[in-house]
């Protein structure tokens, strides 16, 4: 299996909700490295000087020290006092409360197990990728569609539990281009650990050009750029629509004669899945030997998850996959 998810970096922000969280982490960290260090070193001193010898006398037993007594209460509080005021602040930059009343920019859903990306404004509906322009703060809308997850993408901002029912905001915001990685955080189910996603940052130009290509309909605009294919192609268009392929995922395409209506949130939108870069949540990367082996047993690939084994003819999933190829 050709594992494509990496490693989630935590101490290298690129956005000021991010930094507020590492910063607050390596201020915590300091301080508590300090004060192993004093005990430590007082523990050290005082087993070497202090130790026993053959003739010593019972220690001189210390009843009370009021000063010592005032001290170590002191300072473990301003201390405390100190790691309380660093968290607020902490907490108040990584997540500021929205205007209140203003739209969310961005709903992401979180399904067992893959998300749902759905562009307020522009009405795009993607999965597992996430753009957004660089330098621009988006106001997210968290829900579920069954049970808890996590949204987190570590080098843009904290973790936000998604609870169904109870939709939750989160800014997010990338100071520089890039694709940026994120996981579920928190324990839904068998597949879990590979419900990954791609935070993909670019320039305005890059984002609105990548927003407009996702608004229009995919299809065949694109068939002239695939000779030798058009016939397996319809056949494939076909076979989306007649099986029950077209229950569960929505297709936008330049087609109006069959529409599909599928399930709401029971699987991701496939208008542009040629362009995504990962399948099944980020375990595969997207290629057409990968999708052959998705659509001919999903189970194999990412056992439990929701999509069942078609039993599909080597003849029907060729087809699907030449369908599907022109969709970007």
Request: net charge negative; glycine share 6%.
């Given at each position: 299996?050709?594992?494509?998810?990496?490693?989630?970096?935590?101490?290298?922000?690129?956005?000021?909700?991010?930094?507020?969280?590492?910063?607050?982490?390596?201020?915590?960290?300091?301080?508590?490295?300090?004060?192993?260090?004093?005990?430590?070193?007082?523990?050290g001193?005082?087993?070497?000087?202090?130790r026993?010898?053959?003739?010593?006398?019972?220690?001189?037993?210390?009843y009370?020290?009021?000063?010592?007594?005032?001290?170590?209460?002191i300072?473990?509080?301003?201390?405390?006092?100190?790691?309380?005021?660093?968290?607020?602040?902490?907490?108040?930059?990584?997540?500021?409360?929205?205007?209140?009343?203003?739209?969310?920019?961005?709903?992401?859903?979180?399904?067992?197990?893959?998300?749902?990306?759905?562009?307020?404004?522009?009405?795009?509906?993607?999965?597992?990728?996430?753009?957004?322009?660089?330098?621009?703060?988006?106001?997210?809308?968290?829900?579920?569609?069954?049970?808890?997850?996590?949204?987190?993408?570590?080098?843009?901002?904290?973790?936000?539990?998604?609870?169904?029912?109870?939709?939750n905001?989160i800014?997010?915001?990338?100071?520089?281009?890039?694709t940026?990685?994120?996981?579920?955080?928190?324990?839904?189910?068998?597949?879990?650990?590979?419900?990954?996603?791609?935070?993909?940052?670019?320039?305005?130009?890059?984002?609105?050009?990548?927003?407009?290509?996702?608004?229009?309909?995919?299809?065949?605009?694109?068939?002239?750029?695939?000779?030798?294919?058009?016939?397996?192609?319809?056949?494939?268009?076909?076979?989306?629509?007649?099986?029950?392929?077209?229950?569960?995922?929505?297709?936008?395409?330049?087609?109006?004669?069959?529409?599909?209506?599928?399930?709401?949130?029971?699987?991701?939108?496939?208008?542009?899945i040629?362009?995504?870069?990962?399948l099944?949540?980020?375990?595969?990367?997207?290629?057409?030997?990968?999708?052959?082996?998705?659509?001919?047993?999903?189970?194999?690939?990412?056992?439990?998850?929701k999509?069942?084994?078609?039993?599909?003819?080597?003849?029907?999933?060729?087809?699907?996959?030449?369908?599907?190829?022109?969709?970007?």
């Open positions: 299996m050709n594992l494509v998810a990496a490693a989630l970096p935590v101490l290298d922000p690129v956005s000021p909700q991010a930094a507020a969280i590492s910063d607050l982490f390596i201020a915590i960290t300091v301080a508590c490295a300090f004060i192993f260090a004093i005990v430590t070193t007082l523990v001193a005082c087993i070497i000087r202090f026993s010898k053959p003739g010593d006398a019972e220690p001189r037993q210390v009370g020290n009021t000063r010592m007594e005032i001290a170590w209460t300072a473990p509080f301003l201390l405390l006092l100190w790691m309380f005021f660093m968290t607020a602040r902490g907490m108040t930059a990584s997540n500021p409360d929205p205007v209140a009343g203003r739209e969310p920019d961005l709903i992401v859903v979180g399904h067992q197990w893959w998300w749902e990306a759905r562009y307020v404004k522009s009405g795009v509906i993607t999965a597992n990728e996430i753009h957004i322009p660089v330098g621009k703060k988006l106001l997210v809308r968290l829900e579920s569609a069954d049970v808890i997850h996590d949204f987190w993408a570590p080098q843009l901002g904290p973790k936000m539990d998604m609870v169904p029912g109870h939709p905001t800014w997010l915001q990338a100071d520089k281009p890039g940026y990685d994120g996981a579920c955080a928190e324990y839904c189910g068998n597949q879990h650990a590979w419900m990954r996603f791609f935070v993909i940052a670019e320039s305005e130009k890059e984002f609105e050009a990548w927003e407009k290509n996702e608004s229009s309909s995919a299809r065949f605009h694109l068939v002239k750029n695939l000779p030798g294919v058009d016939s397996r192609i319809h056949e494939g268009w076909n076979a989306f629509h007649e099986m029950t392929c077209a229950n569960c995922h929505a297709i936008t395409d330049e087609y109006p004669t069959k529409v599909s209506t599928p399930l709401p949130n029971a699987a991701p939108n496939l208008t542009h040629a362009s995504r870069r990962t099944a949540g980020g375990v595969i990367e997207n290629n057409p030997a990968n999708l052959r082996r998705w659509l001919k047993n999903p189970q194999l690939i990412k056992p439990g998850c999509m069942p084994n078609l039993s599909l003819t080597d003849e029907q999933v060729e087809n699907l996959v030449a369908y599907f190829e022109t969709l970007k």
